[in-house]
């Protein structure tokens, strides 16, 4: 819960617009509470039995996640993993890689296919 507090202040502070944070399914409701207090809109995906994820930010941001659907992270086309990169604020060279690099794959897979 330390580090959600750092990402709560962070994201108060102007640092980040968007905040992915893992943690344990027990902690889910404490982490919503943190969240509504501090005015932040969030959104909460449950990865396993045992883990979610909390994105949490921008509405915009929040927005798009939520037009995503909750799908797992290896479901992402390659542009919703961009555009989810791009807005935790990955690096722009390095998503570009990557985004090129799932086209690649894709391309690949389909001429097999």
């Not at 893992?22 to 409701?29: D, E, G, K, N, S």
């Not at 932040?40 to 396993?48: A, G, R």
């Not at 045992?50 to 992270?73: A, L, Q, T």
Request: hydrophobic content about 35%.
């Amino acid at each position: 819960m330390k580090v959600l507090a750092h990402h709560i202040y962070e994201y108060k502070k102007g640092l980040r617009k968007l905040i992915l944070h893992t943690l344990p399914a027990q902690y889910r409701f404490e982490a919503e509470r943190r969240l509504k207090m501090a005015g932040i809109d969030f959104l909460t995906h449950q990865v396993s039995p045992s883990k979610i994820n909390i994105f949490f930010g921008s509405p915009e941001c929040i927005r798009v996640i939520e037009h995503f659907g909750k799908k797992p992270f290896n479901e992402y086309t390659p542009e919703e993993d961009f555009i989810l990169g791009t807005m935790l604020g990955y690096d722009c060279i390095q998503q570009c890689s990557r985004y090129l690099h799932f086209c690649d794959r894709e391309h690949i897979i389909s001429k097999i296919a």
